[in-house]
């Protein structure tokens, strides 16, 4: 980042839980082992939660794949293909009716070819007359055409006609073993719920239902995945406990003495990793920022302890410690200072100015002791212009800042002794 920015509610955020094992992990440099550790942990609650899931399934799966087997069972036995219904409803159509389609085939044949003039004797004998006149008038040769195939095309109507007639057959027998086939099916769709030429595709569906349970992830394999899952994230955690364990302890240090030098002489400051067996999405422990005012405290958590002008110290300690690691260029403290002032507001200034002498530090402050401390001083104040209110920022000269400080210091009157003041505290900074 070009800029890190720490604003007055920061220290509020300390209280939490989750935002003390952040600051740790962002200290320490650890925020990607911090991903691969919560992906880690993720596969081993899934690959739990698969387990838990096929244990309460075995027995609702057994009796589904008994009951599946039985109806595919049921459904093969019967014996119906795909087209099958529409094959039986024809074959039962034409022998309900064989008797009228025998009548019917025998009296297209006899009127074909037999009678006084059967009707393909009589189209051969005028193709053939008007084959021997279009020899005299070719005119006479397109109805010739038409006639002799109209005979030809009557002929294999006949033939076609006898073959169908011979074919038919009176069969009372093949009529109720239909009827009481097509009884099987309907009665079998009723009892499924689908209709008849649905049954085939229903059979098709169960095998392939079947065949998915008996295929699926048996609970030993989920077990073996489960611990192996287990087993990465563990090896993880460890090392990102190995990782968090000498940060927690160097930062303990590090604040604890930055809390003597304001005016918490005695007080303690402890990073404590409390271990969680069962692990979590954030690592085998729990971080809390412990802390002890004064010698004769215990150490404490800090959110039940710590005043608000305690917190604002602390949490100014940890931002100011933390902004040292960092590679940031520039750092924004936005009245960080809340909370303070005095000999305390001096010291704060001190850090700040330390931490600029590495790199670019801009403060927000309302606190002379702060703002003495700085290279440089710019005044921002609002003013009025066509009933809109504007914000404006000024550069102060040495002069300037001699009175911006002793404004800072007395307010609204100030006196030569203010203005003195002002510039003993900017020649101290010095």
């Known amino acids: 980042w070009l800029a890190d920015i720490h604003g007055q509610h920061a220290h509020h955020a300390l209280l939490r839980s989750d935002a003390q094992r952040a600051l740790i992990d962002r200290y320490a440099g650890l925020d990607a082992l911090v991903e691969r550790v919560a992906a880690a942990w993720k596969r081993w609650l899934d690959a739990q939660r698969a387990c838990a899931a096929a244990q309460a399934a075995a027995e609702g799966s057994a009796r589904e794949r008994e009951l599946l087997a ?9 014996g119906f293909e795909k087209d099958a ?6 074959e039962h159509a034409r022998l309900g009716h064989a008797a009228s389609l025998i009548e019917g085939a025998s009296m297209a044949v006899a009127a074909l070819e037999e009678g006084e003039a059967p009707l393909v004797s009589s189209l051969e004998m005028l193709s053939s007359r008007l084959a021997d006149l279009a020899n005299i008038d070719p005119a006479l040769g397109a109805a010739q055409e038409l006639l002799a195939s109209a005979a030809i095309a009557a002929d294999e ?20 073993e239909i009827e009481a086939r097509i009884g099987s099916v309907t009665d079998m769709a009723r009892k499924y719920r689908v209709p008849p030429d649905g049954l085939a595709a229903l059979l ?11 295929e699926a992830a048996d609970p030993a394999a989920l077990a073996a995945r489960a611990a192996e899952a287990e087993a990465d994230y563990r090896a993880l955690a460890g090392e990102l406990s190995a990782a968090r364990a000498p940060v927690a302890t160097a930062l303990s240090a590090q604040v604890s003495e930055a809390m003597q030098r304001l005016s918490m ?6 990073v404590q990793l409390e271990a969680l067996p069962e692990g979590s999405a954030h690592g085998d422990e729990r971080i809390e920022f412990c802390v002890a005012a004064n010698p004769s405290q215990p150490l404490r958590p800090l959110g039940k302890v710590a005043s608000g002008g305690e917190l604002s110290r602390i949490g100014l300690a940890i931002q100011v410690i933390m902004s040292r690691a960092a590679a940031t ?8 200072d809340v909370g303070i002032g005095g000999r305390v507001a001096e010291i704060v200034g001190r850090m700040l100015a330390d931490l600029g002498s590495q790199r670019q530090v801009m403060c927000v402050t309302h606190l002379p002791q702060v703002a003495a401390q700085a290279d440089w001083q710019w005044s921002i104040a609002k003013q009025e212009r066509d009933g809109e209110t504007l914000s404006t920022v000024a550069v102060l000269d040495p002069e300037a800042r001699i ?14 002794t203010t203005r003195d003041h002002a510039a003993e505290m900017l020649g101290r900074a010095r």
Do not use: K
Request: aromatic letters at 6%; hydrophobic letters at 40%; a negative charge.
């Open 70 to 78: 039985w109806q595919v069972d049921e459904l093969e036995a019967l």
């Open 85 to 90: 219904w529409d094959e039986l409803n024809l």
């Open 157 to 176: 109507a006949l033939h076609g006609l006898r073959r169908y007639r011979d074919g038919l057959d009176l069969d009372p027998q093949r009529l109720a």
């Open 204 to 214: 098709l569906e169960c095998r392939q239902r079947l065949a998915d349970l008996s």
């Open 265 to 270: 002489s005695g007080g303690r400051f402890e």
């Open 329 to 336: 260029p520039t750092l924004i403290f936005d009245e960080v």
């Open 403 to 416: 009175g911006e400080i002793a404004r800072m210091l007395g307010g609204v009157n100030i006196t030569d």
